[in-house]
T-cell receptor
Framework: NAGVTQTPKFQVLKTGQSMTLQCAQD?????MYWYRQDPGMGLRLIYY???????DKGEVPNGYNVSRLNKREFSLRLESAAPSQTSVYFC?????????????FGPGTRLTVT | QQQVKQSPQSLIVQKGGISIINCAYE??????FPWYQQFPGKGPALLIA?????SEKKEGRFTISFNKSAKQFSLHIMDSQPGDSATYFC???????????FGSGTQLTVLP
């Protein structure tokens, strides 16, 4: 089992460019999440998908869109990148929705916007 | 509004010492309190978690202490080892919530 995989690992964008971060899990989990991690800010939830076919905003959704392509895959899109979106992005999944379920994290994507 | 406050931001401990990280929350509806551990270049991973029906939970060298009246919980790492050097995040949630809310993280360095 690969667990949660993310691509790419690193990315440099110029302001205004767009890109999609890919995430896939092979644990047959129902729920998936996108977080960003910034120094001193912890992990902040961008969007989540409680189950296939549903998506909801988290704490910091502005500037992002998501797609739950199928049960395995959950992508995060930056339509017009800004320097404030420089961060490390983590995808996670859990067996069920709700805060009691353990979340399994991917290795992260380090994004720099110049 | 910050739902969970974590301290200290960084911590340096000698090998064999005790590491203590604290978290405080406001919302009494929270009833699930996990700690996640993150090594450099990796994603976080669940370390240990507690429900408020107990005041302490121990797994090996890691212990969560929970004070419901003070709305605080802490992670104690006994006999700290250099391999424990990592960033630790507390989190809070409730059964009705669909998500975890994480603290700001504590970077622990254990000196050999």
């Amino acid at each position: 089992n690969a667990g949660v995989t993310q691509t790419p690992k690193f990315q440099v964008l110029k302001t205004g460019q767009s890109m999609t971060l890919q995430c896939a899990q092979d644990m047959n989990h129902n729920s998936m999440y996108w977080y960003r991690q910034d120094p001193g800010m912890g992990l902040r939830l961008i969007y989540y998908s409680a189950s296939e076919g549903t998506t909801d905003k988290g704490e910091v959704p502005n500037g992002y869109n998501v797609s739950r392509l199928n049960k395995r895959e959950f992508s995060l899109r930056l339509e017009s990148a800004a320097p404030s979106q420089t961060s490390v992005y983590f995808c996670a999944s859990s067996e069920g929705q709700g805060g009691f379920y353990e979340q399994y994290f991917g290795p992260g994507t380090r994004l720099t916007v110049t | 509004q910050q739902q969970v406050k974590q301290s200290p931001q960084s911590l340096i401990v000698q090998k064999g010492g005790i590491s203590i990280i604290n978290c405080a929350y406001e919302n009494t509806a929270f009833d699930y309190f996990p700690w996640y551990q993150q090594f450099p270049g990796k994603g976080p991973a669940l370390l240990i978690a507690i429900r408020p029906d107990v005041s302490e939970k121990k797994e090996g060298r890691f212990t969560i202490s929970f004070n419901k009246s003070a709305k605080q919980f802490s992670l104690h790492i006994m006999d700290s080892q250099p391999g424990d050097s990592a960033t630790y995040f507390c989190a809070v949630s409730s059964g009705s919530a669909r998500q975890l809310t994480f603290g700001s993280g504590t970077q622990l360095t254990v000196l050999p």
